[in-house]
């Protein structure tokens, strides 16, 4: 009985860990670019969240906006801010237009250089410390099961996190778009010689990547906590999830999001101080009988 | 989606490229003051996180140095010499701390090292200070092992440590709210030092201690924990997490409406890592050392003075952090004045017989250096949310002060042994 609890909570955490590695496994199976920008986007989802929630920067002209119901601003804070993150994301995408075809480092360098100046662009617009996005009371709260008291709030976000992996699903898998996206991830060259514009391809495809780490954000920050740094968080167990996973599996993400998100609720109710670590352990674990990840495709390198 | 070129090697080299890029960023974040005086300056190395857990409440303490400096020069400076400053970012990380430690003196050849949050850097700092008999003021670590095992000749700590916050409150919340309690440790040596105080307190105050739940240092997800803590049913949560855990635990205790289900007994609460927050955020009863809505004689013109030189800062009023960051920079400056010279054991003899008025320091009570373990010895005042105000900046109620020799901390007193002046290397700059 006392494992039970554990394990719910466990499953609730990995769709959120599915979901924060969603947008960064898009980017990289597609456009072959690890995106450490990935973090920022995240972080700067949620703060562009915060403000169109509370827009005290308009004033006395903001008063009326700010006398809708929270849910109202919540709900469009969630298409907007996302929408911005992604109009970035365009932007980001044609710096990085310029180290494809070159080697990796490339443009590891540039998405990591982003990831700086966009922390610090955060610091100094909102400043050094932690900031709070409000979430609708319908949502906040705890509910009782059995003796125990779960977070409203949590189910809430990995319910919209099944929804978002659904929606991604249902484009990559059945639309015409994401049969374009999936096949310029398998060969880009072929694309392109079937007339399809493979240019105007990858900023769609960079754009969405950066608006699902801003929904992540807006997702995931009410849990973690908003500061400048908040990326940072963000971006070490995407990578491990997508790595996990299989570099560009879709179905890997949410696997992989389940398992980590299952180990460290377990280890967090009996072996607290191994909470952290199990995740890594569970990379290497996997990382050794199976190198490319649990769906991923397998490489040159091996047998 | 599965067929792509991202391979092994280039993960591998993501990490090698990410460590050569954080490195080289460390080493490029550095500020200092300009302009010469006549006299050779005396230059105080900021050690103060910039980045990582504790940036925020690093800011804090760098703004609180800078402000003591400021005053010091707008008179002249010490001794006659003006005052400058270098700022490198210590990372909240105790490799990054030892580096810039050797840095400051070998290369900026300065005069005293100034600042921490961590207690891990603020000792590798230490450290690195003793091995060339350079003062440093730990102002913000809070750890009883800093005051304790980890003490040095060079470094002073300023800060209210963990074993007095519990002093000051585990007596009083077993008769208030229960005798079993239930300890939540982060996972390094300020969580552990700060909860075995705790377990001693309660244990010798009939209390039982009915477990710990560990907590890593980076922990997002307190899910968890918390259930862990329902499981447990405690009367009472000693919470001794800082950082961002803090703020992050924080957030999912206020989510749930937890806050008011246990007794929450937190340690120090840092003004930069409070502020902003919504007050149901603030659970439980919390321990600080100075609050700017004390009503003592000179906080008005102090925060004023904070106002009037911080105003890019998105903190509106000064907190516990500037406070020891000022203090401890400030009492540095003037022990050299009395002093009469730069001299590492004659400064450091000075200081170990400070005193401050309890109206210089607008506290309740005296303050005072222990000599033996030196740790400046304070008022400890136990606050909780003030839910009366809905003003942002009002956000404490105090609920009681302590007088600093009802709270000392002996067991760390104990354990402290400092180095013999004649095995620190003399050192004036």
């Given amino acids: 009985m006392n494992l039970l609890p554990h394990v719910v909570n466990g499953v609730a955490l990995g769709v959120l860990f599915g979901l924060l590695a969603l947008g960064f496994m898009l980017i990289v199976g597609v456009m072959e670019v690890i995106n450490l920008a990935h973090g920022s986007l995240f972080a700067l989802g949620a703060y562009l969240a915060m403000e169109i929630i509370s827009p005290r920067w308009l004033g006395a002209a903001g008063e009326g906006f700010l006398a809708l119901p929270l849910a109202l601003r919540y709900g469009l804070a969630l298409v907007l801010a996302p929408l911005l993150v992604g109009v970035l994301g365009m932007g980001l995408e044609r710096a990085v237009r310029r180290t494809y075809g070159k080697k990796a480092e490339y443009g590891l360098l540039l998405t990591f250089g982003a990831a700086l100046v966009l922390e610090e662009a955060i610091r100094i617009v909102w400043g050094p410390g932690e900031q709070n996005l409000p979430v609708p009371d319908s949502v906040n709260g705890g509910f009782v099961v059995g003796d125990l008291i779960y977070s409203r709030y949590r189910f809430f976000a990995a319910a919209l996190g099944i929804v978002l992996m659904a929606l991604v699903w249902v484009f990559l898998e059945r639309t015409p778009y994401g049969a374009r996206v999936k096949a310029g991830a398998h060969d880009s060259e072929m694309v392109r010689a079937l007339g399809i514009n493979i240019s105007r391809l990858r900023v769609f495809v960079f754009a969405f990547g950066a608006a699902l780490a801003a929904i992540a954000g807006i997702i995931l920050t009410p849990i973690w906590g908003l500061r400048p740094h908040v990326g940072v968080d963000a971006v070490i167990p995407a990578f491990l999830i997508i790595v996990l996973g299989g570099v560009g599996s879709f179905w890997g993400a949410v696997i992989a999001g389940q398992l980590v998100g299952i180990t460290v609720g377990i280890t967090g109710g009996f072996a607290a101080e191994w909470s952290m670590m199990s995740m890594y352990l569970l990379l290497i674990f996997v990382l050794t009988f199976r190198a490319r990840g649990l769906l991923g495709k397998k490489s040159a390198l091996e047998a | ?429």
């Fill in chain 2, 1 to 429: 989606m599965n067929n792509h070129q991202v391979t092994r090697g280039m993960q591998f080299t993501g990490a090698v490229v990410l460590s050569i890029a954080l490195l080289a960023g460390a080493s490029c974040k550095k500020s200092s003051s300009g302009g010469d005086g006549a006299k050779p300056p005396i230059v105080i190395g900021i050690t103060a996180d910039a980045s990582g857990q504790y940036a925020a409440s690093g800011d804090s303490d760098r703004r609180g140095v800078l402000m003591a400096i400021a005053e010091f020069n707008a008179k002249g400076g010490v001794l006659g010499r003006p005052i400058k400053w270098v700022h490198l970012d210590t990372e909240t990380t105790p490799a990054t701390g030892s580096r810039v430690a050797e840095r400051l003196i070998k290369q900026d050849k300065v005069a005293f090292l100034v600042g921490a949050m961590s207690s891990g850097v603020a000792n590798a700092i230490s450290q690195v200070a003793q091995k060339y008999g350079v003062i440093y003021l730990n102002t913000n670590s809070s750890s009883p092992s800093e005051s304790g095992e980890n003490c040095h000749r060079v470094k002073f700590v300023w800060d209210g440590n963990g074993n007095n916050f519990a002093q000051a409150s585990v007596k009083g919340a077993i008769g208030k709210f229960g005798k079993k309690w239930l300890l939540i440790t982060n996972d390094y040596g300020w969580g552990h030092d700060t909860s075995n105080g705790t377990r001693k307190l309660v244990t010798k105050n009939g209390g039982t201690i009915v477990g710990e739940i560990l907590v890593p240092q980076g922990t997002r997800d307190f899910s968890a924990t918390l259930l862990k803590i329902q499981q447990y049913s405690p009367d009472v949560v000693a919470a001794a997490v800082g950082g961002d855990d803090l703020k992050a635990m924080r957030a999912q205790v206020g989510q749930m409406k937890l806050g008011s289900k246990y007794a929450w007994i937190n340690n120090q609460q840092d003004w930069p890592d409070v502020y902003g927050l919504p007050r149901t955020d603030l659970f439980g009863v919390f321990g600080t050392t100075w609050y700017h809505g004390f009503d003592l004689p000179g906080v008005k013109e102090f925060v004023a003075r904070y106002q009037k030189e911080n105003a890019d800062s998105k903190i509106k009023t000064p907190g516990n952090v500037f406070y020891n960051g000022y203090w401890a920079t400030r009492s540095l400056l003037e022990a050299v004045e009395k002093a009469k010279t730069t001299n590492n054991v004659a400064v450091i003899k000075e200081l170990e017989q400070w005193k401050i008025p309890a109206k210089d320091r607008m506290q309740d009570h005296d303050a005072y250096m222990n000599p033996k373990d030196h740790q400046l010895q304070q008022t400890v005042y136990l606050a909780s949310a003030n839910l009366d105000s809905t003003n942002p900046d009002d956000l404490f109620k105090i609920v009681s002060n302590t007088a600093p020799g009802e709270v000392e901390d002996k067991d760390s007193e104990a354990k402290c042994k400092l180095e013999a002046y004649e095995a620190t290397p003399a050192y004036e700059p």
